[in-house]
């Protein structure tokens, strides 16, 4: 049996992209520096991340960034790539909080994960799972604390 390279090769051996699919993503900031517990960083990250024009050919159903990485789940579109998504979301957001903190170099690690969910998954539970993510961690007792998230569903209903 063949073993599976360590390492960014890795993450995307057998990543497959499908015409609206649903993505579970998570990335690091690059070596896991807690950049986005400055406020600074994390507003302008979260900010751009949020924008419809960050994520080409994908829409961004919910996300929260942490202070040393970030979650989201993710609709392609019938043209979207999920590589090609990623990307442009990480390099526009890293632009804005190059700028915010009057600096250059590396913003996040260069891999993801992700992982695409099957038919039978609740895509409710999965952003629960998501926006869950700053009271697992002990950053807040309520979500509505946390500033750096949010959620399609909003508009609808809350998502507790």
Not at 95 to 119: I, K, Q, T, Y
Request: with cysteine; proline share 7%; hydrophobic share 40%.
């Amino acid at each position: 049996m063949p073993s599976i390279a360590p390492g960014h090769r890795a993450l995307r051996k057998g990543r497959d992209t499908r015409p609206n699919g649903l993505y579970l993503l998570t990335t690091t900031t690059h070596g896991r520096r807690p950049m986005f517990a400055q406020w600074h960083c994390a507003r302008a990250a979260a900010a751009s991340l949020a924008q419809p024009e960050s994520w080409p050919g994908a829409e961004l159903l919910c996300w929260v960034l942490m202070p040393d990485h970030w979650h989201g789940l993710v609709r392609l579109q019938d043209s979207g790539a999920l590589g090609v998504a990623m990307r442009h979301a990480k390099g526009r957001s890293a632009r804005a909080v190059n700028l915010a903190r009057e600096r250059s170099g590396p913003v996040w690690s260069r891999a993801f994960h992700d992982h695409a969910l099957r038919a039978d998954e609740d895509i409710l539970r999965c952003a629960r799972y998501v926006i869950a993510n700053p009271l697992r961690a002990g950053l807040v007792e309520r979500i509505g604390d946390y500033p750096y998230w949010d959620a399609v569903w909003l508009e609808h209903a809350a998502i507790p």
